[in-house]
């Protein structure tokens, strides 16, 4: 528990740990918290828990990217999003910057990223919100590391990438499925997938941790660790699907952590 002082001085509010990071009290600490959603996970393929569908592929190393809109709106005196906050890895470091937009046209980011992992709109015109799909494209490798669905506003994107000399603490993941029609029930596994070394080009993937659900019930199946997962960055960590035995299931899911300065 932590104590920050009350607004007369006199008294002291007690806060938990988890509050304490979140609100920068803990030095060298941090907080993750990631979700996403795939809208049509089908049998017989492995996808990723994200907006973009199917599976996501990082650049092959890192790429300035182009963003671009799928709407006229989202340009910087427009109705839609005006701009858009990118977060990400370059150097395997954090950076993030904001993007003026130019709807389908496409502005290229200041930064070279491995990975993009979050945009959102920063402000938007009259809509209030993006009116198009908006893309980040890695230049050269031409693989959309993030994306942003029309009226959503930001990614979702059970993805993360984490910085060199940064421990991430993995505390809990948690998926679910759902179907638009419901002809049958549908099962499926969903799998913690990371890559540490992540800035070597001979590091690989790896299955941390594997979770089994159906759309029975309609609750959420989740794991909570008692001992944290302990992933050492550079590294990706990512929630993906497998064994699924109904298409077109709606798959969101996230986990939760802590990063840590080394």
């Known amino acids: 528990m932590h104590t920050i002082p009350g607004p007369d001085r006199r008294e002291d509010y007690t806060i938990d740990f988890a509050s304490a990071v979140a609100l920068g009290l803990v030095p060298g600490w941090g907080c993750v918290t990631k979700f996403g959603q795939n809208l049509d996970v089908d049998t017989g393929s492995d996808e990723d828990v994200w907006d973009g569908g199917?599976?996501?592929?990082?650049?092959?190393?890192?790429?300035?990217?182009?963003?671009?809109?799928?709407?006229v709106n989202d340009t910087l005196l427009g109705t839609g999003s005006r701009q858009v906050h990118v977060y990400g890895v370059s150097g395997?470091?954090?950076?993030?910057?904001?993007?003026?937009?130019?709807?389908?046209?496409?502005?290229?980011?200041?930064?070279?990223?491995?990975?993009?992992?979050?945009?959102?709109?920063?402000?938007?015109g009259a809509l209030g919100v993006n009116d198009g799909d908006i893309t980040a494209t890695a230049q050269t490798d031409a693989t959309v590391t993030a994306?942003?669905?029309?009226?959503?506003?930001?990614?979702?994107?059970?993805?993360?990438?984490?910085?060199?000399?940064?421990?991430?603490?993995?505390?809990?993941?948690?998926?679910?499925?759902?179907?638009?029609?419901?002809?049958?029930?549908?099962?499926?596994?969903?799998?913690?997938?990371?890559?540490?070394e992540a800035d070597?080009?001979?590091?690989?993937?790896?299955?941390?941790?594997?979770?089994?659900?159906?759309?029975?019930?309609?609750?959420?199946?989740?794991?909570?660790?008692?001992?944290?997962?302990?992933?050492?960055?550079?590294?990706?960590?990512?929630l993906r699907t497998t064994n699924f035995t109904e298409d077109n299931s709606i798959v969101p899911g996230g986990f939760d952590g802590y990063t840590v300065q080394q």
């Open 200 to 238: 070597q080009p001979d590091s690989t993937w790896r299955t941390r941790h594997v979770l089994t659900g159906s759309t029975e019930g309609g609750l959420p199946t989740q794991k909570d660790f008692k001992v944290p997962i302990t992933i050492q960055g550079p590294a990706i960590v990512r």
């Open 54 to 71: 199917g599976t996501w592929a990082p650049p092959t190393q890192a790429r300035i990217h182009t963003i671009a809109s799928t709407s």
């Open 147 to 196: 994306k942003i669905l029309a009226g959503k506003g930001q990614t979702l994107m059970a993805i993360v990438a984490i910085a060199t000399a940064v421990k991430f603490l993995l505390y809990d993941y948690y998926y679910s499925i759902g179907r638009p029609a419901v002809p049958a029930a549908a099962s499926g596994d969903a799998y913690l997938y990371v890559k540490e």
């Open 92 to 124: 395997w470091l954090r950076k993030d910057e904001v993007v003026d937009m130019n709807g389908a046209g496409g502005v290229s980011t200041a930064n070279a990223y491995e990975v993009i992992d979050r945009m959102h709109s920063e402000n938007a």
